[in-house]
């Protein structure tokens, strides 16, 4: 697999930095997402740039470096590596035992996200109430709607529809993908509101996070998991909190030997984690569902 452009090129990374821990939520969906896998100790991502769907395959060269190929830019890597790998994000010193363990277990981890506001609404509406499987595959059949396929290795990937493709859409078109009407029609509410500029840009989601909670819950079908969800996947915001969160529960349960731990208590553990919440959630979900294979 090569890069018709060049071949690989190096993006620099500070140390500790690991691409497999970084990139467990990549394995966890497993080859259902149209938009990013692993394999071979290789992250294969796609995404728009500008007009033009593109892809890279970024894979851990050394302890400073990631060695990517693929059709997107080679000025843009960088500007990719702090929005996707979240590669500027550093891992708070947390006092909490548990989580302080965890981020030893896990040195190198940071926010792997979608690099996108909207990304992140997108996924998080359309994963509301169903398994991370099905959202996955909803959400390939939502790409397929509107982006070209890109074959690698023999697996098909797309990137998610922007803002403009959904605005422009019907309600109808949307809800092909499998969606409910009401969330069909929450998509297409929030990809207008972007265009028209009423939303946060990426950039002062990340500086304003809990401004960008505020704006994002006076959307139809935004409350404070889906909220807090799209700037935790979405921007990769490192105190976001996804209040409710069932697997996040589960993991907190497994790491902490609470079995009986009920979400209000969770809500309640979680305030030790501050300002690294979204993090210390990360660190979880880690020790329960593992970072991406190595070798």
Not at 135 to 143: C, E, G, K, S, V
Request: aromatic content about 8%; overall charge neutral.
């Amino acid at each position: 697999m090569n890069d018709p452009d060049g071949g690989w090129r190096a993006l620099p990374v500070a140390a500790p930095f690991s691409l497999a821990a970084t990139c467990g939520p990549v394995f966890w969906v497993g080859q259902r997402s149209p938009r990013h896998g692993w394999e071979s100790d290789a992250l294969t991502w796609v995404g728009w740039e500008r007009d033009r769907a593109v892809w890279r395959v970024g894979r851990q060269g050394n302890t400073d470096r990631i060695d990517i190929t693929g059709t997107a830019g080679h000025g843009s890597d960088a500007g990719w590596g702090r929005a996707v790998l979240g590669t500027g994000i550093a891992m708070p010193a947390f006092e909490d035992p548990v989580i302080a363990g965890l981020a030893a277990r896990y040195s190198g981890l940071h926010p792997y996200c979608d690099g996108s506001l909207f990304d992140g609404i997108v996924t998080a509406i359309v994963g509301q109430s169903i398994s991370v499987a099905s959202a996955a595959m909803t959400q390939a059949r939502l790409a397929a709607l509107y982006a070209p396929p890109i074959v690698l290795n023999g697996r098909t990937f797309r990137p998610l529809p922007t803002a403009e493709h959904l605005a422009e859409s019907s309600v109808e078109l949307i809800r092909t993908s499998g969606v409910t009407w009401k969330r069909a029609e929450g998509i297409r509410n929030a990809a207008r509101e972007m265009v028209a500029g009423r939303l946060p840009s990426d950039a002062s989601a990340r500086a304003m996070p809990e401004e960008a909670v505020a704006a994002l819950m006076k959307l139809p079908l935004i409350g404070r998991w889906t909220a807090e969800s799209t700037l935790l996947w979405g921007v990769g915001a490192p105190d976001a909190h996804p209040t409710g969160d069932v697997a996040l529960l589960r993991a907190a349960r497994l790491a902490y030997d609470r079995p009986e731990m009920t979400l209000k208590e969770l809500d309640r553990l979680a305030e030790r984690w501050r300002p690294g919440r979204a993090l210390a959630a990360r660190l979880l979900w880690t020790g329960l569902f593992g970072p991406a294979p190595e070798g």
